[in-house]
Every structure is written in structure tokens, then in C-alpha cells.
């Protein structure tokens, strides 16, 4: 699984597996932080369709934590004050990097979770369109 796709699925999913994760790395290996979670703007970058160009319409707030785990190094950066979330992601990254045993067991959990995502964002999306209006057929 891919870096992305997992920080994905963590960041939506519980953030009680996600901490359940994280304390089972802590519990059993030394972390050491590289970066204490401290906040910090990145820029937004938008592809504009029509031209296809890059433009920049702004900063977004970050939070960012590095840590290592046996020599490899974890990243965690979230959207907005979030430190404890960014640490537990580092270690989770740090963990994969490093290809701890407990990460193997965790493919299944991701999956399982990104399921949940999905299924909930399609109920989410389904409550919205029951509200949709038709205006083609009003009658004026």
C-alpha cells in the first residue's frame, strides 16, 4: 500500500486504530524525535484545467512531526493544530519504513477501514441528493 493512500485512510478513519497503531510501535520499539510537531503554512498548489498551468491561491496551516524507528524516518504533516495526530502518523510512517512485523497485520486493517470510508462518504453523498431540487420539471 501506498504512503499516500495509507496517510488517507488513517487521517479520515477512527482516530481510535490510529492511536491503537501508533502505541503499538511506541510500546515495543524507540522512537526517537527528530522533529517535535510544530506548526507551519504550506503553499496550495492548484492546476488550473483550461491552460493546465500551476498557480498558488494561498497557504494552508500544517502541522509537522519526523521521527525515527531503527535508523528509518517517519513523516506525519496534517491539516491544522493538530500535533498528537501528526506524531501518531510519523511513528506509523516510521514503522512502515523501517518494515517493522507489526506493520503486516495492518494491511487488512486499512482496507477494512477504507471500506468503512467509502461506504459512509456514499451514505453521506446519498442524504445530500435526496434534497436535490429538478428544476426542469417545476411547473412555472
Known amino acids: 500500500m501506498k504512503r499516500r493512500r495509507r496517510t488517507e485512510i488513517l487521517i479520515n478513519g477512527s482516530q481510535n486504530r490510529l492511536e491503537d497503531m501508533a502505541h503499538c510501535i511506541k510500546d ?3 522512537v526517537k ?3 517535535e510537531p510544530e506548526s507551519g503554512l504550506v503553499m496550495l498548489k492548484v492546476r488550473e484545467t483550461s491552460q493546465k498551468s500551476l498557480f498558488y491561491p494561498g497557504e494552508v496551516f500544517v502541522t509537522e512531526c ?3 524507528i531503527q535508523g528509518s524516518i517517519g513523516i506525519g504533516i496534517v491539516k491544522g493544530d493538530q500535533p498528537e495526530l ?14 517493522l512485523p507489526e506493520t503486516i497485520g495492518w494491511k487488512l486493517l486499512l482496507e477494512k477501514e477504507e471500506k468503512a470510508i467509502q461506504e459512509q462518504r456514499a451514505a453521506d453523498s446519498q442524504s445530500i441528493l435526496k434534497t436535490k431540487v429538478n428544476f426542469e420539471t417545476m411547473d412555472v
Open 28 to 30: 515495543n520499539y524507540q
Open 33 to 35: 524525535v527528530i522533529q
Open 66 to 68: 519526523k521521527v525515527q
Open 86 to 99: 501528526s506524531f501518531n502518523l510519523a511513528v506509523i510512517d516510521a514503522a512502515y519504513e523501517a518494515m
